[in-house]
């Protein structure tokens, strides 16, 4: 029953989402076409729910190419230290940078939970490379879908190592239930506000 009205919680405010942030939506990707070349969206793999591979949606924040100029970690220790995000990370545009410290980047990401690769709130979908240095304990974030936000979003956001969003992520996993996920998107809105642990 719950999660039947997870699901449709998600649909009518990924409608609403989508429809009320049009015209910004439309100014962002005009910024982004006026700041150089490249596409206005960043499409990437990502890893789902149980595994399934998905295409992420996002305003595209950083120059193209940028993956390629990305070195994943080989080896699990590298990943525990890993930061979620990097503020000097020079890949990073200058509209990029404002997307980022605002989440509008992740607008698109509306469109994901619409069609249902996504939920509002879950673990942020993890790229391939990360996922496959995850133990079995940490696999277990892969049970649920991943979300536009999270517990571990609302306790640091980019200031947090992945081992800590991991943790946070479990955390949210072990303890679901929908009172706990319009908790959190009530504080993800005061977070994004006050821009806390932005990058």
């Known amino acids: 029953m719950?999660?039947?009205?997870k699901r449709a919680l998600d649909v009518l405010l990924a409608l609403v989402g989508l429809v009320v942030t049009l015209p910004l939506s439309l100014a962002i990707a005009l910024w982004i076409r006026r700041e150089g070349p490249g596409p206005i969206l960043f499409?990437?793999?990502r890893v789902g729910q149980h595994g399934r591979m998905f295409q992420l949606v996002k305003f595209r924040s950083m120059v193209p190419g940028a993956e390629q100029q990305w070195q994943a970690p080989q080896h699990p220790q590298e990943l525990l230290a890993l930061r979620f995000q990097d503020e000097g990370d020079a890949r990073i545009t200058r509209t990029g940078?404002?997307?980022r410290r605002t989440s509008l980047d992740e607008l698109p990401n509306l469109w994901n939970v619409l069609v249902g690769d996504m939920s509002l709130v879950g673990p942020r979908p993890e790229v391939p490379e990360i996922v496959a240095l995850y133990d079995d304990a940490m696999r277990q974030?892969?049970?649920v879908k991943p979300g536009m936000t999270g517990l571990a979003?609302?306790?640091g956001r980019g200031a947090l190592t992945t081992a800590d969003a991991i943790r946070f992520d479990l955390e949210y996993c072990r303890g679901w239930?929908?009172?706990r996920?319009?908790?959190i998107l009530c504080r993800t809105v005061s977070s994004v506000a006050r821009r806390d642990g932005a990058m």
């Open 181 to 183: 996920d319009l908790e």
């Open 43 to 45: 499409r990437q793999g």
């Open 141 to 143: 974030r892969l049970a």
């Open 97 to 99: 940078r404002w997307l």
């Open 153 to 155: 979003q609302v306790s």
């Open 2 to 5: 719950q999660q039947a009205a």
């Open 177 to 179: 239930s929908l009172a």
